[in-house]
């Protein structure tokens, strides 16, 4: 099943032409209604008293563009361009080095929404680059402290000062989720793949709800490109979200493809309306998770 994501003469390629695209979407999104949603994210507050946010956790190969996603939500929420996760245009290997949670500012500097999302290093092919397997998992059960950077030849040891040895629910992971490029599900290495598919495993022995984003639609797709509302429209990017939910086993109903902020200086609603899917899910699913224990 790993060996799917090789590229090959069966997997589609982006589209060319409009006979590339349905004359009807295949998943509803509601355009145009924003403000509503965005309202739902607003009022959202916690229902569990042990815990004052919803950890989100990121993971995925290296360049899938987790940072990215980071500084679009809080775009998003500020209703202007951010840059709170550091992002690198340039580097081939991963940029972010250390576990780091990320808060978003809500109605002013001492107040936050009541989710926050951690970024971690990228997984990539080799064994001894990248973040590794084990560290992964420590860190969904909350043994990995904020600061602590990764070694991707060794796991943490308990005898570090960034090891948290008694993780209360507030440390743990309350959502796992995997991004990765539209451009490049199809031609990811066997090795990476089977990292994901190991740490998606490790959180369904957790209970950890799971989900996955789909950056850079617009560089998958040029209908997409040309009008993000065709995202539901493209066939390229309909069978690539099957691909992968082939691949790693998450169900396509629990993929939301996005376009991550990257040259724009100003936001926008439809990009925005994409983003406002995956969190609103997100947000659910954690809800769901820490109400249940």
């Not at 989100?56 to 929420?77: C, E």
């Not at 993780?167 to 990476?192: F, G």
């Not at 617009?218 to 069978?239: F, G, H, Q, T, W």
Request: hydrophobic letters at 35%; one cysteine or more.
């Amino acid at each position: 099943m790993l060996g799917r994501f090789f590229k090959s003469s069966a997997h589609p390629e982006p589209p060319q032409s409009e006979s590339d695209t349905l004359t009807e979407p295949w998943r509803k999104i509601p355009w145009g209604r924003k403000e509503r949603d965005l309202q739902v994210v607003r009022d959202y507050e916690p229902h569990n008293e042990e815990l004052e946010q919803l950890r989100i956790l990121l993971h995925g190969p290296t360049g899938s563009g987790k940072s990215s996603f980071i500084n679009s939500v809080d775009t998003l929420l500020q209703g202007r361009m951010t840059c709170q996760a550091l992002e690198d245009a340039v580097s081939q290997e991963t940029f972010t080095k250390e576990y780091r949670t990320f808060k978003i500012q809500k109605d002013g500097p001492e107040t936050m929404y009541p989710f926050v999302f951690t970024d971690i290093m990228g997984l990539e092919k080799e064994t001894n680059q990248g973040v590794g397997v084990q560290d992964l998992k420590l860190a969904m059960k909350g043994h990995i402290k904020d600061g602590y950077n990764f070694n991707p030849v060794s796991a943490i040891s308990e005898d570090d000062n960034y090891y948290n040895k008694a993780p209360t629910l507030k440390d743990r992971v309350h959502v796992l989720v995997c991004v990765i490029p539209a451009p490049s599900v199809n031609i990811q290495s066997a090795e990476t793949v089977a990292k994901m598919r190991e740490v998606r495993l490790a959180a369904r022995d957790l209970g950890i709800p799971q989900l996955a984003v789909l950056t850079k639609i617009d560089e998958a797709c040029p209908a997409v490109k040309e009008d993000i509302r065709n995202v539901y429209m493209s066939k390229y990017l309909k069978s690539q979200m099957e691909l992968f939910s082939e691949s790693l086993g998450i169900p396509v109903k629990c993929i939301f493809p996005v376009k991550n902020y990257h040259s724009e200086i100003d936001p926008d609603d439809d990009t925005d309306t994409l983003i406002l899917s995956a969190l609103k899910h997100m947000i659910n699913l954690g809800e769901d998770f820490v109400n249940r224990r």
